[in-house]
């Protein structure tokens, strides 16, 4: 309680600070040093350990986790280590580091880590707080306890502290504790031990450098031939070798080369990769090839004896062994008692010798021929085809012991396989030709398969003609006709140059005339022109020119078209153009020429063979007799495949969502549909057309008469070929190109030439 000295001592005029207290206790002149270390000091005073500018009582404390942050003190250390197994050092002495971390009171201890010493070196005790030994309790190692000269006992290895850093020494003289001069480390016995010079009992070896060479040289090996004549001795024969000199170490090695059926092994090695000494006059003793010469030094210590080099390389004998710059097309080689003679080398080796040392003289030798020796080529006698499986089977029996398959042209098969659209296949229609008036009227497709240049024949029949549609011949290679088959040589196959529009092939000794092809075949043979010369449009107008030059006056007064059509173009009409070319070039020209000519000047105004309507009549019945009604569907899934919602999607996509909703139509009758909608510059097929055209509720039509949709529907019922109506008169008579003496009729078709021109640019 305290009292006012200016007020009486009186009730009521004094003041009671028990007032509300709850806590009693007397007041501590010890104070801790640090949380968790359990014995006391003296209370620090309010004097002395903080600034000035701070009154009494009012200075403001900062935690130690702040004031040291950052801060440790080092010093250094070691420990004597006992080792049982070492010879004449009974211990080791193990140098470490001992860190105190001053803002936690933590601890570090860590060992230089030596390269190649065989220990396990790096932090040998992690940061914590260390307990100090029995029997001691409740209490850590704090900076009172390290200084040095003192040995501290950490988990049961002693410590002898014998130095510490600057920073150290500073910060416990400013608190009071004196740190005494360092004590230096006591010497490790097996480290003074290997400071004594020892020499070793073998002496170091030294390698020549060849690494230049080899960097430089990797990989190159120049190849010579040549040959040992052996036949002097009994049974000697010339042996053909071939000589392998490797640049990267001016190694040579000799392979010997033996005829077919000789019998001897194949790829025997005559010498292996080494050396070749030019002069051989035995073989070295061991140690010989050893380029430096040792010698044994004795001391007085038995036990101390060594070994040494040689500076002055005595008995060294000087061997020259064969370089790159000796050998030639002439050269004769002493390979170990046998001359070898170099007849010829190879394109890299000659270069080699035309860079390096400016040789351009590289005329092989030949290689001499003794009279014993059979030099008569000898032909594999394959006997004749007889007649089981192909021809390639039979082969195979005459070539190994066991038969194998015949291989096939993979090149070719890459080149002409099926990708994508692309299939790679002509078709042709035929018609028989036979003095059976039945056979007449029989009508096949012909496909030709590039991939293999096989043949599959397929008959198309009519309803009750007696004959049934199948398969006529089934895919092989078909011979041609009139060869001698059963012979040694192999036979000639029919190749897709020999099939054509007018051709008439015999097949079996069946007589086909081709009367039409696919469009796809037509295209194929104009890009591919320099393999189908029927096709090949240069070569077909050079012809005409020629034949067409000494009446070329009478041709374009006779067929030149009057008439004008609506795109203002002469069109000679198709029949009218053949039928002038049969007339004057007869058998010169095929209907192929013709066909490939119409197809060039095509005034394309094509025929259509089966117009919009008549198509949507035909999906419309078929649409009503299986009772379709998945439209909505079919609307949905082209909605959903056009993102964009731009009304059109590619004629692939349209094609895969019809096929994917089950509509049912006939793929001929579905590709119809589709060519008869509408499209934009693209090719790009406006399905909302496709939905109104499947519709049969908007312009209904009435059911069409039944027929057969995969046959009427196919290229093969169209006979027109596949051009426009019309030849674009003006195009023909400009490429054609002939001059004629008559001016009225040159000026005429230069004026029309100039119209057409201008037609064009507008």
């Known amino acids: 309680m305290l009292r006012a000295p200016v007020l009486p001592l009186l009730p009521g005029f004094n003041f009671d600070k028990n007032l509300g207290r709850t806590k009693f206790h007397r007041s501590q002149y010890f104070d801790k040093i640090h949380d968790g270390v359990y014995y006391l000091s003296e209370k620090k005073s309010d004097f002395g350990r903080y600034p000035s500018i701070y009154p009494r009582g009012e200075v403001q404390e900062i935690p130690p986790w ?63 707080r260390i307990p100090m030994p029995d029997p001691v309790k409740y209490r850590f190692y704090d900076i009172i306890d390290l200084n040095i000269g003192k040995e501290p006992e950490i988990y049961g290895r002693v410590y002898k502290i014998v130095d510490c850093d600057k920073f150290t020494r500073r910060f416990l003289n400013r608190m009071g504790i004196p740190v005494p001069d360092p004590i230096k480390i006591p010497k490790d016995p097996y480290m003074e031990a290997r400071k004594i010079p020892n020499f070793p009992k073998k002496p170091r070896t030294y390698k020549i450098d060849n690494l230049g060479n080899f960097l430089k040289y990797d990989r190159q090996v120049l190849r010579f031939y040549g040959y040992w004549d052996d036949t002097d001795n009994l049974h000697g024969i010339i042996h053909d070798l071939e000589i392998h000199y490797y640049l990267a170490d001016d190694t040579i090695e000799i392979k010997e080369n033996f005829p077919p059926n000789s019998g001897r092994d194949s790829g025997c ?86 860079t390096k040392y400016g040789l351009n003289d590289f005329i092989p030798l030949e290689r001499p021929q003794k009279k014993d020796e059979i030099c008569l080529p000898v032909e594999k006698y394959i006997p004749p085809y007889n007649g089981f499986g192909s021809y390639d089977d039979s ?17 070719k098969f890459l080149h002409y396989d099926k990708q994508g659209f692309n299939s790679r296949v002509l078709r042709f229609r035929a018609q028989m030709i036979s003095k059976i008036p039945e056979n007449l009227d029989r009508h096949f497709i012909i496909r030709v398969y590039l991939i293999d240049d096989s043949i599959s024949i397929f008959e198309l029949t ?59 075949a037509l295209r194929y043979m104009e890009l591919n022109c320099e393999k189908f010369p029927k096709a090949n449009i240069k070569l077909i107008m050079r012809k005409l020119k020629e034949a067409l030059t000494p009446v070329y006056k009478e041709f374009v007064q006779n067929y030149s078209p009057s008439t004008l059509t609506e795109h203002k173009i002469q069109t000679l009409e198709y029949d009218k153009f053949r039928n002038a070319l049969r ?54 899934d ?21 096929r994917a909703c089950r509509i049912p139509l006939d793929i001929e009758l579905i590709n119809s549909m589709l060519d008869n909608l509408r499209k934009d510059e693209e090719g790009k097929i406006d399905y909302n057309d496709l939905l109104d055209f499947i519709n049969v509720k908007i312009n209904p039509l009435p ?39 008559d001016e009225t009729l040159d000026i005429k078709i230069e004026q029309n030439n100039e119209n057409s021109l201008e037609r064009e640019e507008k």
């Not at 949709?709 to 054609?736: M, Q, R």
């Open 66 to 128: 702040i004031a040291y942050d950052g801060q440790r003190l080092m010093f250094d250390a070691y420990y004597q280590e006992t080792v049982q197994e070492r010879w004449k050092s009974p211990f080791q002495i193990r140098q470490v580091t001992i860190s105190f971390f001053l803002e936690d009171g933590t601890m570090k201890i860590s060992e230089p880590i030596v390269d190649n010493s065989g220990l396990e070196q790096g932090v040998l005790v992690r940061r914590q």
């Open 269 to 354: 090695t005559l010498v292996k990769r080494m050396k070749i000494p030019k002069f051989f006059s035995g073989l070295d003793p061991i140690g010989a090839g050893d380029p430096f010469t040792i010698l044994n030094v004795m001391s007085d210590d038995t036990n101390r004896t060594y070994t040494m080099i040689d500076s002055l390389n005595t008995g060294l004998t000087k061997k020259e062994y064969y370089r790159d710059n000796e050998l030639s097309i002439g050269a004769k080689m002493n390979v170990f008692g046998r001359t070898v003679v170099i007849t010829d080398m190879d394109t890299f080796t000659k270069e080699y010798y035309r």
């Open 462 to 520: 009519k309803r009750n003609s007696g004959f049934r549609r199948c398969l006529f011949l089934k895919k092989m290679p078909v011979m041609l006709p009139k060869q001698n088959i059963f012979s040694s040589t192999k036979p000639e196959y029919f190749k897709p140059e020999d099939f054509y529009i007018g051709a008439c092939l015999n097949i079996n000794e069946f007589h086909f005339s081709i009367i039409s092809a696919d469009d796809y």
């Open 638 to 658: 082209l909605l959903h495949w056009d993102r964009q919602k731009i009304g059109y999607l590619p004629r692939s996509t349209v094609y895969a969502v019809v």
């Open 703 to 741: 059911p069409a008469i039944p027929i057969n949709v995969k046959t009427a529907l196919w290229w093969a019922s169209e006979k027109e070929p596949d051009c426009g109506s019309g030849i674009d008169w003006h195009c023909f008579i400009k490429d054609l190109d002939i001059k004629t003496n």
């Open 583 to 636: 007339m004057y070039l007869g058998d010169q020209i095929t209907e192929h020429e013709i066909i490939t000519v119409a197809r060039r000047y095509s005034s394309h105004e094509k025929k259509e063979f089966r117009t919009r309507e008549y198509v949507r009549q035909l999906v419309h019945t078929e649409l009503n007799r299986d009772i379709w009604n998945e439209a909505d569907r079919l609307k949905e």
């Open 395 to 411: 082969l195979g029996n005459c070539l190994t012991m066991i038969p194998k398959a015949p291989k096939t042209d993979f090149v």
